[in-house]
């Protein structure tokens, strides 16, 4: 092949155009423009828009409730509100994960206690979870990441065994699918996010969906009031208070969930175009040294995916040639090619500072957790090998050719760049 553009060379290829997303249709703006004539830009209980929306992931799911509201964030507020933990609760959540998976578990007046994740797959790893078992454990949290699936059939089995309760984060992985059921439909409650670079989008909002009647409840009260709390919160134990509920405002706005209707109603035909660029992809991948596509575990049974497609590095293919290297090179060609940058939550303040706390807690409180910042191995290894390309909705097979040949291009020199680097003439 030619001479590698980061040496001097001709990129291969010319830069794509960036993902179009989010879609937003004529359809859309017709829905949007009808609310904004009627006048219909808030709603007191669930009805319009939102009860439509709320009735779109009961129906697909088979859930027995669902309950529309402003964020992903607040929906997974509203399932630790919902497990009604107490002072000094424990929830295990993975280490490596968005912060709104964790952090509502301090607002609740819990504890998060966070647990190593699968070396190849970023994901929550169901073997190191009894490590962190305490009489205190009282849940767990599970993050579906990237839009691929979480092993559930074995989490909810350890979390039965040991009475936990299981929360979904289903922030990532809209319309994905494992052992044969939806993601959001194996533990006790689930929450969806439906900010912008989500499968299914309102700009701004979120879903939570469970069977379970008291869950949903406080969940109801905790973001809810006057109509909706009088609406839906009827049982004895919380009936007299639906009105007035907990004080928050968790609504979401009807022109988000005339948005996130819409995009629901067109979400398998985003995955299906999705599935097949990335199935392309990861076909072409597997025939190239030291790139490897996304783990895809065997109970996975589609995967929804979110806004990067992740393939792993494999540097002992390449003789070990720096990742940091190699992505430069392949960049050069043209090829959008990344890494991540979010750190995991135990090298973040809120997990390491013994002076810091957002909770009702006090520094040196034995039910706070403080990390070094090296405990999780399996967070390390993931990290090191993750690379990252954009994700495109509409099927694109030249693309996907195009990025596999500008790999290849690179691969094919990485004895010249491997000796480039050793003589100091590349940064690491």
């Not at 859309?28 to 009860?51: C, F, K, P, W």
């Not at 009735?55 to 509100?81: C, D, I, K, P, Q």
């Not at 996010?193 to 909002?205: F, H, I, N, P």
């Amino acid at each position: 092949m030619t001479r590698l553009a980061l040496l001097g060379g001709e990129p291969l290829l010319t830069p794509a155009e960036r993902p179009k997303w989010p879609n937003i249709t004529e359809e859309d703006i017709g829905a949007v423009t009808a609310l904004l004539r009627r006048g219909e830009i808030t709603y007191n209980g669930s009805e319009g828009e939102v009860q439509a929306l709320e009735n779109g992931y009961r129906e697909r799911l088979g859930a027995a409730h669902a309950l529309a509201v402003n964020s992903g964030t607040s929906a997974l507020h509203s399932a630790f509100f919902g497990l009604d933990l107490r002072p000094g609760d424990e929830v295990i959540a993975p280490a490596y994960t968005f912060l709104a998976t964790a952090m509502p578990v301090f607002t609740c007046n819990g504890v998060p206690v966070l647990a190593d994740v699968d070396p190849d797959t970023g994901i929550l790893d169901p073997d190191g979870l009894a490590a962190h078992l305490t009489p205190r454990t009282k849940a767990v949290v599970v993050t579906h990441l990237m839009g691929f699936p979480a092993d559930m059939e074995r989490i909810t089995a350890f979390a039965r065994e040991h009475g936990l309760a299981v929360v979904e984060d289903c922030s990532q992985a809209h319309g994905a699918e494992c052992s044969g059921r939806p993601v959001g439909r194996h533990g006790d409650v689930a929450a969806f996010s439906l900010q912008a670079k989500k499968q299914v989008t309102a700009g701004e909002g979120g879903v939570l969906v469970t069977d379970d009647r008291r869950i949903y409840e406080r969940a109801v009260m905790l973001g809810h009031c006057i109509d909706r709390g009088e609406e839906d919160v009827t049982s004895d134990e919380y009936g007299a208070y639906g009105r007035t509920g907990f004080g928050l405002n968790y609504r979401i706005h009807p022109v988000g969930a005339a948005l996130a209707r819409g995009a629901l109603a067109r979400l398998d035909t985003v995955l299906t175009g999705r599935e097949r660029n990335y199935g392309r992809l990861g076909a072409l991948l597997d025939d190239i040294p030291g790139i490897t596509p996304p783990v895809r575990q065997r109970h996975v049974d589609r995967v929804a995916h979110y806004v990067s497609y992740q393939p792993l590095y494999v540097a002992e293919e390449l003789g070990g040639l720096p990742v940091d290297v190699f992505t430069a090179a392949v960049r050069a060609e043209g090829v959008p090619l990344t890494r991540p940058t979010s750190p995991p939550l135990h090298r973040e303040a809120a997990f390491r500072s013994p002076s810091w706390h957002p909770g009702t807690y006090h520094p040196g409180d034995n039910t706070y957790r403080v990390y070094r910042g090296d405990e999780f191995p399996g967070v390390d290894a993931y990290i090191a090998r993750a690379l990252r390309l954009p994700t495109y909705s509409d099927e694109r097979p030249d693309l996907m050719d195009a990025w596999a040949e500008g790999i290849r291009k690179v691969v094919t020199h990485a004895e010249e760049l491997r000796d480039r680097h050793a003589a100091g003439a590349l940064a690491a």
